[in-house]
């Protein structure tokens, strides 16, 4: 089934309108917004109250019970994300309690059957020192909550299946000490994993040849992009020289889908690694992807 994720009452009248010009009923599914505080960063906070996401409670009551003034869309289920990066069960189990308050409430007085209760995603891994819940506690303490229910419960937990999957590896180019730092200075940068310089997050940075060594020094490792918000990783202890390759850690979600070709930089190869073998999945880009969609025209 096709459902239709609406998150203001706008979008639903223009569902509805849309259902009405081809004579037929729409699936869709609400958006709330459970205004729930959450411990993670203020850009990838998506629930409360200054926040651009989903509807208020209230709202989502409302139309839940005027829902027949809507008779070009059927509303079959609810939908929450909190953000991401959650690494405590609390802010789902309170989110889950208030969601479930007006549903029940609405099932009861006005007989809207829903069948889909999507909690989204936003279940945190480790980067650093983060010690997020174990899934069989999360799974466990969420159950306790939806186990009676008849709504088809489904997550989006892409993080934390793919998060840790996946490395940046990067080779050195210089080793630039200055008056006050040093600089690792390397051929990857914020256009290959943005997450550092829009987050400011943490990502593990190691050799990839790793070796007792008792000349580390702290260092800043950066890209050669224009910008000073180009770093992957600040005040690092390394040892390395021109030519050596890290391999930057965490990078399996947030990192392809956020690069960009800024500086005119091109994105580099994707491999992946089963076991022993090695399979390219997605070529570099060369000069000539860049341009291909350029146009000059005489004006």
């Known amino acids: ?23 037929k009923r729409i699936s869709i599914a609400l958006r709330i917004n459970p205004e729930v505080d959450v411990n993670t960063h203020k850009y990838v906070n998506t629930s409360g109250g200054e926040t651009k996401f989903g509807m208020d409670l209230s709202t989502v009551k409302t139309i839940l019970e005027e829902n027949k ?8 289920g609810v939908h929450f994300h909190l953000g991401s990066q959650i690494t405590e ?22 007989g809207v059957t829903l069948k889909y209760f999507n909690i989204g995603g936003g279940l945190g891994i480790v980067y ?7 899934i069989e506690v999360f799974a466990e303490r969420i159950s306790s909550l939806l186990e009676e229910k008849k709504f088809r419960v489904i997550l ?7 998060g840790n999957s996946g490395i ?43 070796v007792s060594s008792s000349n580390k020094k702290k260092a800043d490792v950066v890209g050669p ?27 399996g979600a947030y990192g392809v889908s956020m690069s960009s070709n800024y500086n005119s930089r091109l994105r580099p190869s994707e491999i992946l690694v089963k076991e022993a073998k090695a399979y390219l999945i997605r070529e570099r880009e060369c000069y000539e992807d860049l341009l291909q969609k350029e146009k000059i025209v005489s004006v």
Request: aromatic fraction near 10%.
């Open 1 to 23: 089934m096709l459902i239709f994720l609406f998150e203001s009452l706008p979008e639903l009248l223009k569902i509805n309108s849309i259902g009405s010009l081809l004579k």
């Open 69 to 76: 003034k809507y008779p070009f869309v059927d509303i079959v």
């Open 225 to 251: 992009v224009c910008e000073t918000a180009d770093f992957l990783g600040k005040d690092r202890d390394l040892d390395v020289k021109e030519g050596d390759y890290l391999a930057v850690f965490g990078c």
């Open 128 to 134: 650093d020192k983060e010690q997020p819940q174990e």
């Open 156 to 162: 989006e937990p892409g993080r934390f299946i793919v």
């Open 168 to 210: 940046l590896v990067t080779r050195v180019l210089y080793v630039k000490d200055a008056t006050q730092k040093r600089f690792i200075i390397v051929d990857a940068g914020m256009n290959d994993l943005i997450r550092p310089a829009l987050y400011n997050a943490y990502h593990k940075i190691l050799p990839v040849e790793l």
């Open 89 to 110: 069960v609390e802010p789902f189990i309170e989110a889950i309690r208030k969601v479930l308050e007006v549903v029940e409430e609405v099932e009861e007085s006005k």
